[in-house]
Each structure stands twice: as structure tokens, then as C-alpha cells.
């Protein structure tokens, strides 16, 4: 099972980022660690965190990189070795093509959505922003969307 990651950035720390790192794991362990391989783009908070539960459970993790982003980032971002430490313990990286001027633009929602089999979205709900439109293309393709938000969660 192919499973991919949206959700709101900022969620790290405090309440908010128990409650969801609680939800994944619950969710991330209802699949056999063999069947499983988590797809994300590992940025910080919930595609992290869903990256290293994968991980921890014994599947497989694919990243999914952006076109035109720096695979490890920049020297001065703070996310910077999470992010090299899940990069390495990948099993593929996906390294998305710049689109020509005139073409769609860079379109990560829709890659992801054409990698996998269901999609979870950390997400509050409201009809805004990244998670709102990959939950809305993974649910246009027939793909099963996970929503998780706690009660007690708030969107920074």
C-alpha cells in the first residue's frame, strides 16, 4: 500500500503536534510494515513526522522533491538535518522535473496523488491552502483521504 502525506506547516510543537504525531502512528501501524511505503516531500512537521512513523514501523519511505528545491535544503534552515536523516534511510527519492513556461507550474499535490493508493491529510478542514487541494485531487482520482485533526488541535 502506496500511502501519501499533506498537511498544514507550523503544527511543530506544543498540543497540537502530540495529538498528530499520536493519530499517525495509530494510522501508520493499522498497515503491515511490509505492505507499506509512505511517499512525502519530508518538510517540517506532519510529513516528517509521517515519514519517520513509516520508518519506525518498518516500511518503506519514498521522497517526493519539489522541482527546483534544494533536495537537503538550505545551509541555514533548521529542519536541515532531519531532513538529510530521512533522506538517507529512503528507499527512492523523487526528484519532480521543472515544467516548461506555459505548462502547470510545479504541481507536487498532483505528483504526489499519481504516486499513491489513499492520502492522509493533516488537515483542519477549512477549504484553504496545500492540504485542502491534495485532498481534494487524491478524492477527484478515487483515492481513499485519511483526515486527521484532533480535538484540541489548532492551526498556527
Not at 4 to 16: A, P, W
Request: glycine residues 16%; aromatic residues 6%; contains cysteine.
Amino acid at each position: 500500500m502506496r500511502v501519501g502525506i499533506t498537511g498544514h506547516r507550523g503544527l511543530s510543537g506544543g498540543i497540537t503536534e502530540m495529538l498528530v504525531r499520536g493519530e499517525l502512528w495509530r494510522l501508520v501501524t493499522t498497515f503491515g510494515p511490509y505492505e507499506l511505503v509512505g511517499v512525502s516531500c519530508i518538510d517540517e512537521g506532519p510529513e516528517s513526522w509521517f515519514a519517520r512513523s513509516v520508518l519506525e514501523h518498518g516500511g518503506k519511505l519514498e521522497v517526493l522533491v519539489p522541482a527546483g528545491a534544494s533536495v537537503v535544503g538550505r545551509a541555514d534552515d533548521h529542519h536541515r538535518g532531519a531532513r538529510l536523516r530521512l533522506m538517507n534511510e529512503a528507499n527512492a527519492v523523487h526528484r519532480l522535473a521543472a515544467v516548461e513556461h506555459g505548462g502547470l507550474g510545479d504541481d507536487t499535490g498532483r505528483a504526489l496523488v499519481g504516486m499513491v493508493d489513499e492520502v492522509i491529510a493533516v488537515w483542519d478542514g477549512t477549504p484553504d491552502g496545500e492540504p485542502a487541494r491534495v485532498a481534494g485531487l487524491a478524492q477527484q482520482a478515487g483515492l481513499y483521504v485519511h483526515r486527521i485533526w484532533p480535538a484540541g488541535c489548532e492551526r498556527p
